[in-house]
C-alpha cells in the first residue's frame, strides 16, 4: 500500500515541500521562539534583581517586591 | 548459634538467587544468539553464464550469505573470490583498469588471487574454485592455493 | 494563572506534604561565576533528548523494519507523510546537535574537573550516556535502509572481529547472522526504539538525580566564587531561555537543510567511492584507515575504559589540588580526535 503510492525512486527532492513552503511554516515559529526566548532572559534579570528573601512563586508567575 | 544459622540462610538465600538468575539469564542469551545453520564447505552456485562476462569485467554474486565476484580476465579465464573485505567486512569493487580490487571503506587493496596490496587489510580475501560445465559457470568453497 | 491550578495544588497538598519540595526549591542556588556558561550544556542535552523522544515515536507510526519496506516507509514518510519531511528532519538534525551538545557538556566537565569526589559516578553515567547517544546514532543510522547505512552497519559490527575468542559471537550478535541482512535491520530497529530508550530513561533519570543531590561542581580555579543564583525561577527561565533558542536553531536547520534519503542498498554491489560516516565517528574511521585494525580497535577501547575511571585515577583533584596531568590528557584526546576528523576531511576530498 505504502509503496504503490510513492512515485519513482529519485523524485525525493520534488516531492518535499519547496523551500519558500518550508520558511513559511518555520520563520513564525522562528520568531515566536526567538522573543519568548529574549523574554525568558529578560525575566531572569529581573527576578534576580528583585528581592532574594522573596520566596519564589511557583509556575514563576508572581514578580516579587 | 543463631549467628550461623542466619549466615547459613543467607547463603542458601545467595546462592538460591544466584541459581535463579543463571536459569533466567543463560535461556535469553542463547535466544538472542541467532542459530548457526551449516552452510556446507562443498555448497556450489551458479554465478553466471559463459556468455555474460566480457573479458576484463567483474559480476557480484551472493555465496554462502556473503558478497562475492566473479572475474573474466583478459585472457578468458575466471576467478572467483569472497567479495567481502577481511578488514571490517565491505564490499570490495573491482578496478578494471587496474586489475585489483579496492574497499572504499578503509582503502584495502587486493590482486586478483586475493594478496593483499594496500592495508589496513592484513588476510587475504579468500579465493574459490570455479568450474564451467555447459555454459553455466558454478563457483564453490572447495580449497584451493590462494 | 494561580486560580487555574488552585484546586488542582489543594487536591495534591491535601494528599501529600509538599513542604520538602518547596523548601529544596526555595535553597537550591546554582553557582555564579565565570565558567557558569558550561552549566547549560546538561539541560540542553536533557532538553534534545526529549524532542528525538517525540519526533521517535511519531516516526514509529509509519516506519516498518523490513529490507523490502524500510527505504520506502522513510520515503512515505519524507514524501507523503504530512509534515513527514519536517518531524524526520527534527530527528535528523536533533541527533547530530545531540551528539555536538553531549561532546561539549563532557568536555568541559572534564575539563572543570567536575567528575572529582564526590561525583565519580555522575560522571561515569555521564560516559555511559554519550556511549548510549553514539550507540542511537549508530543504529538509527541503518534503519533507512541506504547503501551508505549498509556498508557502516557492516563496518561497526565487524569491529568486535578483532576481540579474540568472543570476537565473532559479539559480531554475530549484533548482526543477527552472518553478515547484515533483514535480521540486522530488526535488531537494529529494537534497539534504537526499545532497549536504548529504556536504559537512557533510567540513567538520565540517575544522572539528573544525582546532580540534584550534589549541585553544580565549581571548578578548582574558581574556588572563591562569591555569586550564586536562584535555580527557581532565575536559572530554569534561562535554561528555558537556551532551549527555545536551540529549538530556534533546529527549525532553522531543518527549514535550510532537510534531511536527504540517499539510495536505497543493493547488498550484493560493493561500496560506493568516498564512502564515510557522519562526522562524529570520522576520527575513529580515519583511526581505521590509518592503522591496523587490531591496535587501532584496542587502543580506542583502552582510551575509552581510562576516560570512564579518570575520577578514580585522578587524585589530585580529588584532593583538591591542581592536577596538570590529566588536562593535558584531555587536551591529547581532544586534539587527536579532532585532528583524525580533519585529516578525513582532506583525504576523502582528495579521494
Known amino acids: ?65 | 548459634m543463631a549467628s550461623t544459622r542466619r549466615q547459613f540462610l543467607n547463603r542458601v538465600l545467595a546462592a538460591g538467587v544466584a541459581a535463579i538468575s543463571a536459569y533466567i539469564i543463560y535461556p535469553v542469551l542463547r535466544f538472542l544468539t541467532p542459530p548457526q545453520f551449516a552452510l556446507g564447505e562443498q555448497e556450489t552456485v551458479v554465478a553466471a553464464t559463459t556468455d555474460e562476462l566480457k573479458p576484463n569485467s567483474a559480476k557480484f554474486f551472493k555465496f554462502q550469505d556473503k558478497p562475492a565476484v566473479l572475474v573474466r580476465l583478459p585472457d578468458g579465464s575466471y576467478k572467483a573470490l569472497s567479495a567481502k573485505c577481511t578488514h571490517l567486512g565491505c564490499t570490495v569493487s573491482f578496478e578494471s583498469r587496474k586489475d585489483d580490487f579496492l574497499c572504499e571503506c578503509h582503502g584495502s587493496e587486493f590482486d586478483l588471487n586475493g594478496k593483499v596490496l594496500r592495508g589496513p587489510a592484513a588476510r587475504p580475501l579468500p579465493v574459490y574454485l570455479v568450474s564451467i560445465r555447459g555454459d553455466k559457470i558454478y563457483v564453490s568453497a572447495g580449497k584451493q592455493a590462494a | 494563572m494561580k486560580d487555574f491550578f488552585g484546586p488542582f495544588t489543594a487536591f495534591i497538598e491535601e494528599r501529600f506534604d509538599l513542604t520538602p519540595l518547596r523548601r529544596w526549591a526555595r535553597h537550591k542556588k546554582v553557582p555564579q561565576h565565570k565558567h557558569s556558561f558550561w552549566y547549560y550544556f546538561g539541560g540542553l542535552a536533557l532538553f534534545i533528548i526529549s524532542l528525538q523522544f517525540v519526533t521517535g515515536i511519531l516516526m514509529a507510526f509509519y516506519y516498518s523494519p523490513t529490507p523490502d519496506t524500510a527505504h520506502e516507509s522513510v520515503r512515505y514518510i519524507m514524501e507523503k507523510v504530512h509534515y513527514g519531511w519536517l518531524i524526520r528532519s527534527m530527528h535528523f538534525w536533533g541527533a547530530n546537535f545531540l551528539v555536538a551538545v553531549v561532546l561539549v557538556h563532557m568536555f568541559s566537565t572534564y575539563f572543570m574537573k567536575a567528575y572529582r569526589k564526590p561525583r565519580e559516578l555522575m560522571w561515569l553515567i555521564g560516559v555511559l550516556l554519550a556511549g548510549l547517544v553514539l550507540a542511537f546514532a549508530f543504529t538509527g543510522y541503518l534503519l533507512p535502509w541506504t547503501t551508505l547505512s549498509y556498508f557502516a552497519t557492516k563496518v561497526g559490527v565487524n569491529m568486535p572481529m578483532v576481540m579474540p575468542g568472543i570476537g565473532g559471537f559479539l559480531s554475530r550478535l549484533l548482526a543477527g547472522g552472518e553478515d547484515v541482512g533483514a535480521a540486522t535491520l530488526t535488531r537494529m530497529f529494537t534497539l534504537h526504539v526499545v532497549l536504548l530508550p529504556i536504559l537512557t530513561l533510567v540513567l538520565v533519570t540517575a544522572h539528573v538525580f544525582l546532580s540534584q543531590v550534589f549541585g553544580s561542581s565549581v571548578p578548582l580555579s574558581q574556588k572563591g566564587y562569591s555569586e550564586e543564583t536562584r535555580f527557581f525561577p532565575t536559572f530554569v527561565l534561562r535554561d528555558s531561555a537556551v532551549w527555545a533558542g536551540m529549538l530556534a536553531i533546529l527549525i532553522a536547520f531543518v527549514t535550510i537543510f532537510p534531511a536527504n534519503l540517499s539510495s536505497k542498498v543493493n547488498p550484493v554491489m560493493p561500496a560506493p567511492a568516498g564512502i564515510k560516516p557522519e562526522w562524529y565517528f570520522l576520527f575513529l574511521f580515519q583511526t581505521l584507515r590509518t592503522f591496523p585494525e587490531i591496535p587501532a580497535i584496542a587502543a580506542v577501547t583502552i582510551g575509552l575504559i581510562i576516560w570512564m575511571l579518570v575520577p578514580f585515577l585522578d587524585k589530585r583533584s580529588a584532593k583538591g589540588e591542581r592536577s596538570t596531568f590529566f588536562t593535558l590528557f584531555g587536551v591529547a584526546i581532544l586534539v587527536y580526535m579532532i585532528a583524525m576528523t580533519m585529516m578525513a576531511y582532506i583525504t576523502t576530498e582528495v579521494h
Open chain 1, 1 to 65: 500500500m505504502i509503496i504503490a503510492a510513492l512515485g519513482a525512486a529519485d523524485s525525493l527532492a520534488s516531492q518535499i515541500p519547496s523551500f519558500s513552503d518550508r520558511l513559511n511554516f518555520s520563520l513564525p515559529l522562528i520568531a515566536v521562539l526567538l522573543v519568548v526566548s529574549f523574554f525568558l532572559l529578560l525575566k531572569s534579570y529581573t527576578v534576580e534583581r528583585g528581592g532574594k528573601e522573596d520566596v519564589p512563586g511557583r509556575g514563576g508567575k508572581d514578580q516579587p517586591g
